[in-house]
Nanobody, 124 residues
Framework: VQLQASGGGLVQAGNSVRLSCAAS????????MGWFRQAPGKERMFVAGITRSGSIEDYADAVKGRITISRDNAKNKATLQIDVLAPEDTAVYYC??????????????????WGQGTQVTVSS
């Protein structure tokens, strides 16, 4: 499976950004889909995830209320909308897929495929 994340860039604090992830190679609906982020000098952190059918979404407490995850299995695509951006949201954002998870894992080791990441930089 190949994952291509896009949509990052330099954004002013308070604004929004919409990240996209395009999947190819295998049936997208077989996978739980998630987003992680990694800030400079920090470990990768779970941000959000969504089950195969899209019926269950899960969000990290640190971003809950400002982030929305969605997926379109027919288009093999997922999105992550981040609102009211703050400088602490600056990170590389990765889209990921988990083949065997039952719900939404927060442990990065449960994800089988990782995209190359897209940089989001929030200026104050």
């Amino acid at each position: 499976v190949q994952l291509q994340a896009s949509g990052g860039g330099l954004v002013q604090a308070g604004n929004s950004v919409r990240l996209s992830c395009a999947a190819s190679g295998q049936t997208f609906s077989w996978y739980v889909m998630g987003w992680f982020r990694q800030a400079p000098g920090k470990e990768r952190m779970f941000v959000a995830g969504i089950t195969r059918s899209g019926s269950i979404e899960d969000y990290a407490d640190a971003v809950k209320g400002r982030i929305t995850i969605s997926r379109d299995n027919a288009k093999n695509k997922a999105t992550l909308q981040i609102d009211v951006l703050a400088p602490e949201d600056t990170a590389v954002y990765y889209c990921v897929l988990a083949r065997w998870a039952r719900l939404v894992p927060v442990d990065p080791r449960e994800y089988n495929y990782w995209g190359q990441g897209t940089q989001v930089t929030v200026s104050s």
